[in-house]
């Protein structure tokens, strides 16, 4: 699961940058600290949980500031649906795991 929480805190570090930029001068450092502590020792259904959590906020907060910014905004999007698509991805991944398990457990 390290890796997991390791991949998704440098991804989470990248959309922290599109964050309007008074936000990210004030709380900037602590966002990405939370957001990694919030995934440490948890398993895959905490990391889908503060994932789910952290895309609100971006779409709240980061993504209509970026459309603001012309030069940024294609960049941000692609981003935003790169996250979203490999977040669920990881959510087939995680039924397949459990089926396997219950499986393998009778």
């Known amino acids: 699961m390290t890796g997991a929480v390791s991949l998704s805190s440098r991804i989470y570090s990248r959309l922290a940058a599109l964050y309007p930029e008074d936000l990210r001068r004030e709380y900037g450092d602590e966002i990405v600290l939370v957001f990694a502590e919030e995934l440490r020792d948890g398993d895959l259904s905490r990391v889908i949980r503060v994932w789910r959590n952290a895309l609100g906020e971006f779409f709240r907060f980061a993504l209509p500031d970026c459309a603001a910014r012309p030069a940024i905004r294609v960049p941000a999007i692609g981003m935003a649906f790169t996250v979203v698509s490999t977040s669920a991805?990881?959510?087939?991944?995680?039924?397949?795991?459990?089926?396997?398990d219950s499986r393998s457990r009778r």
Do not use: T
């Not at 990881?90 to 089926?99: Q, V």
């Open 89 to 100: 991805e990881l959510l087939m991944h995680y039924g397949k795991m459990r089926r396997c």
